[in-house]
């Protein structure tokens, strides 16, 4: 609901919002009702649906809210997804494994429809997720490294680099440190039987801090072991700054809590970012990121005449 509220908020419509019940029958099955006892509420409106989809039960009660809206008849849907699992299964790897980010995209595109379907998205794993939408739907990529590197310049933070905890993002770090105006380093990353190591790096780290750039992060260990390194190859100390704060439980937060990062830099948009222990946190820094996805909404509403 934060990110409802926020998002309406930055569109100046905080009266439009309409609450979304999302429950639970006896045997499991969700109950997803927008509430609202006028059966002709949705007709021929315009419609933006909100949801973090960081679990299963969210990526289904979205499923099922945003197909009973269009089933009842709205003018316009937008669907703002700040996150949405399976990302990071977007291309087999196995041979026979499921692609699951193409096959989240096809449900979606997939839904009923009179009209175009339009999806904000935050910060994808790889940009060629968009591709795999169809029939209608028009995805677009919000970024967050504008709202994420103001908070960075608002710490006053000096002499450091950008770099990385892997190679899977070289382009995303390069552009954070141009636009921090700093150099960038790299280390490199491998998966041997159940854990990540890290070895090997590229670029000159010796006195300065690493600030490590990565799109998300479940468990915090690749951060973790990456910014050891650095600190191993004479870089001072670092901070972490992620898109996603998708982890998988609140011990990460404490292991995270209790590294040597010096500042943990995160968006708002995964539901963990609202936990006790990150606000509550002097070393985390929780970036709000609808103002980002209204700034982008807004022109199209605006020719659309909702604003």
Not at 9 to 35: F, K, Q, R, S
Not at 50 to 56: A, H, S
Not at 61 to 81: R, T
Not at 212 to 230: C, E, P, R, V
Request: proline fraction near 4%; hydrophobic fraction near 40%.
């Amino acid at each position: 609901m934060y990110l409802v509220e926020r998002l309406a908020a930055a569109l100046g419509i905080e009266d439009c919002i309409t609450p979304l019940n999302v429950g639970t029958y006896p045997g499991g099955e969700l109950h997803v009702h927008v509430e609202s006892n006028d059966r002709s509420f949705i007709d021929g409106r315009e419609v933006i649906l909100v949801g973090c989809l960081d679990t299963n039960e969210e990526l289904l009660a979205f499923y099922l809210a945003a197909f009973n809206l269009l089933n009842k008849g709205v003018k316009e849907l937008s669907l703002v997804i700040p996150y949405c699992m399976y990302g990071t299964q977007e291309r087999e790897v196995l041979p026979n494994e499921a692609v699951a980010a193409q096959a989240i995209a096809t449900l979606l595109s997939n839904l009923p429809r009179s009209s175009r379907i339009r999806i904000y998205m935050l910060d994808l794993h790889t940009s060629g997720l968009r591709h795999y939408f169809h029939k209608g739907c028009t995805p677009e990529e919000v970024y967050g490294g504008d709202a994420l590197q103001e908070a960075i310049l608002s710490r006053g933070l000096a002499n450091y680099a950008v770099g990385s905890g892997d190679l899977g993002r070289p382009k995303w770090i390069k552009a954070y440190a141009k636009n921090l105006g700093v150099h960038f380093v790299f280390v490199d990353k491998d998966h041997i039987g159940d854990g990540t190591i890290t070895s090997g790096f590229l670029g000159d780290i010796e006195g300065v801090d690493v600030g490590l750039y990565d799109d998300l992060t479940h468990s915090g260990k690749t951060a973790i072991q990456a910014l050891q390194l650095y600190l191993e190859n004479r870089a001072t100390g670092g901070f972490l700054i992620l898109s996603h704060f998708a982890v998988n439980n609140e011990e990460v937060i404490d292991m995270l809590e209790a590294s040597k990062f010096k500042w943990i830099f995160i968006t708002d948009s995964c539901a963990m970012s609202q936990h006790p222990k990150v606000q509550a946190s002097s070393k985390f820094v929780v970036v709000p990121i609808m103002p980002s996805f209204a700034a982008r909404m807004r022109p199209a509403l605006e020719r659309r005449g909702v604003l």
